[in-house]
């Protein structure tokens, strides 16, 4: 909506630099308020379990092709009583997920939201809870075009009440991604880091300018808080751009990840120590020491995903209780102005869960609230002094032989085009 430029508060005997920056106020303010950056995070805490992926592989990257058959499965729990009137959205974002300012006519086939109408109440649980989910695209809403997207939750009538926020992907692939792992040329980082290098072959797609019109981001198991972003290619060839400069997309080989198996609540499985039931159930998993020893140890995990899952009922959608998780890491404290969390895609690798010290038992602990399944889980450090960056190696070790998937996506800008395309995509690990 229009706004007409109001400088009746000024003073008679305003000079025009005053003019020019009450009007500048008034123009930057608005831009300012659409650069948010969307990230997958739920905004209340009676929301918990949430799963966003493509319907043919559960825990999947939430990625679909254009025009076709895929779907993603969005589901989640709502701990508090009664059922609620929820809706949705999606919105097409830039590469860097700010809002790409289109219109919904630009990227929508059908209606810009609709209402969630498939939940169940659960059965038979301590915790009781209303089961909400829904698929995507559908006959209501449906992207028309490539991209980056968010999905937003809210309930029905206050678009302005987000509840939730997730990623997800639809491609138009126009090239061809190919990948290497290899270990670092720094003798230094042979035995801790893994350096990717990729290949794209475009015979199809007709870029001019590979410096401004593509770039590349590469992420470690699908994590957030471990991409990489290739700004531009080190070598143009012949229908192929090649990233493999000594400086870029090497990672932190990290660790593979610790996991615990809570879908029975009767007996002690992987990982847990007691079981505790009350009014609420506990679980108190065995204690952690920190996987720093010098030589690897290969372990089979989910690269950090979690499973919904319960053995005595039926459909652990809506049968699956909820329990307090306790976790014991027995290792000194690192500094002194740090804190250590549990992390994993259980909550969005989120510095949300934050763990007590105890100094006299040299030891941290802290409990999450968890549904029955199977989970992976890492512990990190985060350093006050620099809040931004979290470190799993002080506890988890790291290594080049760690079993690591990785995702590629292409991102492609025409000259004069108002969106960026996401025109190849490649998963590939170790």
């Not at 997920?97 to 659960?122: A, C, Q, T």
């Not at 003798?187 to 350096?195: C, F, H, L, M, P």
Request: proline share 4%; aromatic share 14%; glycine share 6%.
């Amino acid at each position: 909506m229009n706004k007409q430029f109001d400088i009746s508060y000024l003073q008679p005997g305003a000079t025009r630099f005053a003019i020019v920056l009450a009007a500048l106020f008034y123009i930057i303010l608005p831009v300012q308020a659409q650069e948010t950056v969307f990230q997958d995070q739920v905004y209340n805490k009676a929301l918990r379990s949430v799963e966003f992926y493509n319907r043919n592989k559960e825990q999947s990257l939430p990625l679909i092709h254009l025009n076709s058959s895929d779907e993603l499965l969005l589901s989640f729990d709502d701990l508090r009583e009664g059922s609620r009137s929820y809706a949705y959205t999606i919105e097409h974002c830039d590469m860097n997920w700010k809002s790409s300012r289109l219109s919904p006519l630009d990227y929508l086939d059908g209606f810009g939201e609709d209402r969630i109408n498939d939940y169940d109440v659960s059965l038979n649980t301590l915790q009781g809870y209303t089961h909400y989910q829904l698929s995507i695209p559908n006959q209501t809403v449906r992207p028309k075009i490539d991209g980056n997207y968010v999905l937003k939750v809210y309930e029905e009538g206050y678009p302005e009440r987000v509840l939730l926020t997730r990623r997800f992907y639809v491609l138009q692939a126009a090239v061809v991604l190919r990948s290497e792992i290899m270990a670092p040329t720094r003798v230094s980082d042979r035995r801790t880091n893994q350096k990717i290098n990729i290949t794209v072959e475009h015979p199809q797609l007709n870029i001019q300018n590979p410096y401004t019109e593509v770039q590349l981001v590469v992420r470690q198991n699908g994590r957030p808080d471990a991409e990489q972003i290739a700004r531009h290619p080190n070598q143009i060839r012949s229908g192929q751009l090649v990233y493999n400069d000594l400086g870029t997309l090497e990672f932190n080989g990290s660790n593979e990840f610790r996991k615990f198996d809570i879908r029975t609540l009767r007996l002690q499985t992987e990982q847990v120590e007691q079981i505790y039931k009350d009014s609420v159930n506990t679980v108190q998993l065995l204690p952690d020491q920190p996987h720093t020893a010098s030589n690897y140890s290969s372990t089979f995990d989910e690269n950090g995903s979690f499973f919904i899952r319960n053995q005595e009922g039926r459909d652990p959608a809506t049968d699956g209780d909820y329990a307090y998780v306790t976790f014991t890491l027995e290792a000194a404290r690192p500094g002194v102005d740090g804190d250590v969390y549990v992390v994993g895609k259980f909550n969005d690798y989120r510095l949300v869960d934050k763990l007590v010290y105890d100094a006299e038992r040299s030891r941290f602990y802290g409990s999450v609230y968890l549904k029955q399944g199977l989970y992976d889980y890492q512990y990190v450090w985060v350093d006050k002094n620099n809040p931004l960056k979290a470190s799993s190696t002080l506890f988890e070790g790291s290594f080049f032989e760690t079993k690591n998937s990785y995702q590629a996506f292409l991102y492609y800008r025409r000259p004069g085009s108002r969106w960026d395309q996401l025109v190849g995509f490649h998963e590939f690990n170790n």
